[in-house]
């Protein structure tokens, strides 16, 4: 498996959501639902908590330490 691309950017959409730029230029639609009802996870169903997911390191991260790993936020997104 190659190495998937940076996040360098986050944008929170609706319907749990993430438009992300990777630092090779392409912008891909993560989709966050199937992740909120595991524990870790669950605070973010509240839409405040949502969005405030920021670039971090590789990938992208919430308020409270959450986050996707890299090569699930590249490979499990589509393209737009």
């Known amino acids: 498996m190659s190495i998937a691309p940076s996040a360098i950017a ?3 959409q609706e319907n749990y959501c993430l438009l992300v730029t990777f630092d090779n230029r392409e912008c891909r639609l993560f989709d966050v639902k199937p992740y ?3 524990p870790a996870y669950r605070e973010l169903k509240i839409p405040a908590l ?3 997911v920021k670039p971090a390191h590789l990938s992208v991260e919430w308020i409270h ?3 996707i ?3 699930e936020l ?3 997104s589509v393209p737009v």
Do not use: E, W
């Open 10 to 12: 986050v944008q929170p």
């Open 36 to 38: 909120l009802d595991h």
């Open 50 to 52: 949502f969005r405030t």
């Open 65 to 67: 330490g959450q986050d």
């Open 69 to 71: 790993c890299p090569d």
């Open 74 to 76: 590249y490979h499990d």
